[in-house]
């Protein structure tokens, strides 16, 4: 008889502490050998592949790390919700010291609201009347702040607001050349910042800009010097609002790999980063500092000499949207996906099995995770609990 999820829960192994690191290769260039290993030891034959594993240890370690570096100058950090989408682990995260969340979708603050975090940050600009009301009902029992980009975008915030008998904070989102969201000028920005202020329901807090079109440049100097760049006229853009008579409690913005740029933006009260809790392919790349916590275990369906190796885990379960999945423990290269199989050219000195579970690391977690709607927690390569991705949207 095939086992479920209940099951798993009820089968709780008590972990001994392990303390292996998650590198990101061994000494032979064999990419994330921990999570290869997990794969092989995890003990679970009744659960299905594909499903996600989360190493709890190599997870910890992320989280205190990032805490602490931001520890130092009190706390500015405000981690992203929408990377792992997982209540428990926004409350690990409050725990380790920071002040409140980040987050990118109305359900996300209604699941956060739910388990009780009370100070959270909507960092996207939201016009959609359900999704906005939503929000105005979950800032009748937490303190909600939202980003505008236009008046348009401020005067339904507010309607929203007033229908619910609501309060909402609003920083207003200004352009610094992603061109996502966000104003393009000062001069608009502290019209706007005029006009929510005006506006009831509403209070003006102050200014997000997210560097988001920078996060990729592979050499961290330049990351680094472009991000300054970005942000230059922030400080000008400041001092103008002041001038106006506006008060400016927060100034957001800052991503994973740009943590340390942004530590160094004194001016950030509030730092976005979400990625370095699981980290993934394409982060571990820019920002080795912290470690892969998370992977597929998918089963090998296929396995030829000289042909790709063939796995039950294809785009519907691993994302594509920001670089490609790599296979574990394997000198190995990707080769496709499909819907349900990824296929990789592995090169010895061992293939993979007919039958065998594997880990394969998601080119990017954050659009991987809400693919599932639990996380298989391990700790020493062994189940210790499950995560559940609670915060995921309600689909029509
Ligand atoms: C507005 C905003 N802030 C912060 C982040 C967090 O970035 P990361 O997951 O790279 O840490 C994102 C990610 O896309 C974002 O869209």
């Given at each position: 008889?095939?086992?479920?999820l209940?099951?798993?829960?009820?089968?709780?192994?008590?972990?001994?502490?392990?303390?292996?690191?998650?590198?990101?290769?061994?000494?032979?260039?064999?990419?994330?050998?921990?999570?290869?290993?997990?794969a092989?030891?995890?003990?679970l034959?009744?659960?299905?592949?594909?499903?996600?594993?989360?190493?709890?240890?190599?997870?910890?370690?992320?989280?205190?790390?990032?805490?602490?570096?931001?520890?130092?100058?009190?706390?500015?950090?405000?981690?992203h919700?929408?990377?792992?989408?997982?209540?428990?682990?926004?409350?690990?995260?409050?725990?380790?010291?920071?002040?409140?969340?980040?987050?990118a979708?109305?359900?996300?603050?209604s699941?956060?609201?739910?388990?009780?975090?009370?100070?959270?940050?909507?960092?996207?600009?939201?016009?959609?009347?359900?999704?906005l009301?939503?929000?105005?009902?979950?800032?009748?029992?937490?303190k909600?702040?939202?980003?505008?980009?236009?008046?348009h975008?401020?005067?339904?915030?507010s309607?929203?607001?007033?229908?619910?008998?609501a309060h909402l904070?609003?920083?207003?989102?200004?352009?610094?050349?992603?061109?996502?969201?966000?104003?393009?000028?000062?001069?608009?920005?502290?019209?706007?910042?005029?006009?929510?202020?005006?506006?009831?329901?509403?209070?003006?807090?102050?200014?997000?800009?997210?560097?988001?079109?920078?996060?990729?440049?592979?050499?961290r100097?330049?990351?680094?010097a472009?991000?300054?760049?970005?942000?230059?006229?922030?400080?000008?853009l400041?001092e103008?609002?002041?001038?106006?008579g506006?008060?400016?409690?927060?100034?957001?913005?800052?991503?994973?790999?740009?943590?340390?740029?942004?530590?160094?933006?004194?001016?950030?009260?509030?730092?976005?980063?979400?990625?370095?809790?699981?980290?993934?392919?394409?982060?571990?790349?820019?920002?080795?500092?912290?470690?892969?916590?998370?992977?597929?275990?998918?089963?090998?369906?296929?396995?030829?000499p000289?042909?790709?190796?063939v796995?039950?885990?294809?785009?519907?379960?691993?994302?594509?949207?920001?670089?490609?999945?790599?296979?574990a423990?394997?000198?190995?290269?990707?080769?496709?996906?499909?819907e349900?199989?990824?296929r990789?050219?592995?090169?010895?000195p061992?293939?993979?099995?007919?039958?065998?579970?594997?880990?394969?690391v998601?080119?990017?977690?954050?659009?991987t995770?809400?693919?599932?709607?639990?996380?298989i927690?391990?700790?020493?390569?062994?189940?210790?609990?499950?995560?559940?991705?609670?915060?995921?949207?309600?689909?029509?």
């Amino acid at each position: 008889m095939r086992r479920g999820l209940e099951d798993v829960s009820a089968s709780t192994t008590v972990a001994a502490p392990h303390g292996e690191g998650a590198a990101a290769a061994d000494g032979d260039g064999v990419p994330f050998p921990g999570l290869a290993r997990l794969a092989a030891e995890l003990e679970l034959p009744e659960l299905p592949t594909p499903f996600l594993v989360v190493d709890l240890d190599v997870m910890e370690r992320n989280i205190e790390r990032m805490a602490t570096y931001f520890g130092r100058s009190g706390s500015r950090l405000r981690p992203h919700m929408k990377h792992h989408k997982c209540t428990e682990i926004s409350r690990l995260q409050l725990k380790a010291g920071c002040a409140g969340i980040t987050c990118a979708t109305s359900d996300e603050i209604s699941a956060a609201v739910r388990s009780g975090i009370d100070d959270i940050l909507l960092a996207n600009v939201l016009t959609d009347r359900n999704r906005l009301a939503s929000v105005a009902d979950s800032a009748t029992r937490a303190k909600v702040t939202i980003a505008a980009d236009s008046a348009h975008a401020a005067q339904l915030a507010s309607a929203a607001a007033t229908d619910h008998h609501a309060h909402l904070g609003v920083v207003v989102e200004v352009d610094i050349g992603m061109h996502r969201s966000g104003v393009s000028s000062a001069g608009e920005a502290v019209e706007l910042a005029q006009y929510v202020a005006s506006l009831p329901g509403l209070s003006f807090r102050g200014i997000m800009a997210y560097e988001g079109g920078l996060v990729e440049i592979a050499d961290r100097a330049a990351r680094s010097a472009a991000v300054h760049a970005a942000f230059e006229p922030i400080s000008g853009l400041l001092e103008q609002l002041t001038r106006a008579g506006l008060d400016v409690e927060m100034v957001t913005g800052g991503a994973t790999s740009t943590y340390d740029v942004a530590y160094e933006l004194a001016y950030l009260t509030d730092v976005q980063a979400g990625s370095y809790v699981f980290m993934d392919a394409a982060y571990a790349k820019l920002i080795p500092e912290f470690e892969v916590a998370l992977a597929a275990i998918a089963t090998v369906a296929t396995s030829r000499p000289g042909r790709p190796v063939v796995l039950d885990v294809g785009s519907k379960r691993i994302s594509t949207d920001w670089g490609t999945p790599v296979l574990a423990g394997f000198h190995a290269r990707h080769y496709a996906n499909s819907e349900e199989h990824n296929r990789f050219m592995v090169d010895g000195p061992r293939m993979p099995e007919i039958g065998e579970r594997v880990a394969v690391v998601p080119g990017h977690s954050s659009s991987t995770v809400s693919l599932y709607q639990h996380l298989i927690g391990c700790r020493n390569n062994r189940f210790e609990r499950i995560l559940k991705v609670d915060g995921r949207d309600t689909i029509a």
